[in-house]
C-alpha cells in the first residue's frame, strides 16, 4: 500500500512533468507558426568530387548538384520546389535532413546554425526535420514488418516512445494516415502505392517533427491517388502543426498545396514568391517554361496559353554554362548572360511598384509573361 503510494505520487510527478514539457513544446511551436523562419537556407552548395583513376584517386572536378541555394521555410508554411530532374532537389532535401554534409553554407533551424550543433542538440534538429522519399516501392526495408518501419525511428529517439507503447503508437500512426491498425504485422508488398507512401508518412511522422521534408512523394504514384495522398499531407498538416518543403518536378503538383514556391535549375534557385507570384506572374524564362508545359482543365484557358518549347536536357552540373545557368536554353539569353551572372534578386524594374511582379528572380531580363491567361 505504502509502496503503491509512493508510486502513483512518482507517476502523478511524471505526469506533471510530461504535461508542462509538451505545452513548453506547443509554445514554441507556436511562436513559429506565426510565420517566421523556421529554417534560413543560405548559400547552400553541395560539389561532388569528380575523380579519375582506380588506385590513385585524383579529383579532377566537381559535381556541383547545389551551388548557392537561398531560401526561408516559414512555420505552418509549405514551400514547393520544384525543377527537372537533375536540378538538385534530392540533394538539398538530403542535406537539411542531414543524409549529406554541404560544401557550403548554411542551414539555420530557428536561428541555430545546425552545423555547430552537436550531441543532443543535434540529435533534437534531426529529430525535428524528417523526410519523406519518393519511391515508396523501394524505400522501404521489403523484409520488414510495417510496424517495424514505423518504428524504427523510436530505436535511435527511445526517450520519444518507451519500449512497452511502441505497438500503441504505430496503430495510432497507422490510423492517422488512414490505414487499417491492424496491418501492424504485414509486409510492404501487401499493400498498393498509395498505401505504401501513407506508411511512409506514418514513419516520417514517429517522432513527431515539426518539419516534413517530402521529396517528390507522389511522383511515383497514379493521378487518381497523387491526390488523396495530398490531400492526406494537407489535413495532417494541420493536425500536427507542421511545415513542410514539398519537392516536385512538375508545378501542377505543386500549385495544389503550396504557400510559396522555389524554382530551381542546375544547382540554384531562378525564381521564388507566392504562389500567386509564381503561377500568375512569372518573370523568370525558366519558370514561364515549366508552366508552359503544366496541363490546363479548362479548353477555353488552354486555348490562349502561350507555348515556349523547352529543348535539351538539363546541361551537367559538372560543367555547368558560364554566367546564367539556362542560357544554353533559354528564348530571351543575349551576350550578356554568358558573361554575367544574375543574382537572384528583386529585379530593379519592378522595385517599389508594390505589383505581384516584385518578387525575386534571378534574369538580368526579367519581366512578367503571363503564360495561362486567368479568364
Ligand atoms: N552522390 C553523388 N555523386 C555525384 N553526383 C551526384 C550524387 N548525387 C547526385 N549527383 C548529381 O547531382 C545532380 C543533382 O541530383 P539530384 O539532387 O538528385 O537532382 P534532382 O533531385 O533535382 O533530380 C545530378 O546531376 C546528379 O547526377
Ligand atoms: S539571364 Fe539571360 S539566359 Fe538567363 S534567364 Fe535571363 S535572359 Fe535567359
Ligand atoms: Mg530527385
Redesign the pocket.
Known sequence: MHRDEHGSRREARREGREAERLMSEAHQKNAYAAGEPILEVRGLA?H?P?TQGVVLKRQVGA?K??DGVDFDLRGGETLGIV????????????MLVHL?EPTGGTIRYKGEDIAKLSGRALKAVRRNIQMVFQDPYTSLNPRMTVGDIIGEPYDIHPEVAPKGDRRKRVQELLDVVGLNPEYINRYPHQFSGGQRQRIGIARGLALRPEIIVA??PVSALDVSVQAQVINLMERLQQEFDLSYVF?A?DLSIVRHISDRVAV?YL?RVVETGTDEQIYEHPTHPYTQALLSAVPVPDPSRREHRERIILTGD?P???NPPSGCHFRTRCFKAQEKCAVEDPVLAVPEWFKGRGVPAEHPSACHFAEEKRIVPTE
Open positions: 553541395k561532388f569528380l559535381v548538384a547545389v525543377g527537372e530532374s537533375g536540378c538538385g532537389k534530392s540533394t538539398v532535401a538530403k549529406e521529396d517528390e519537392i518536378h530551381m544547382g538539363v551537367s552540373p559538372a
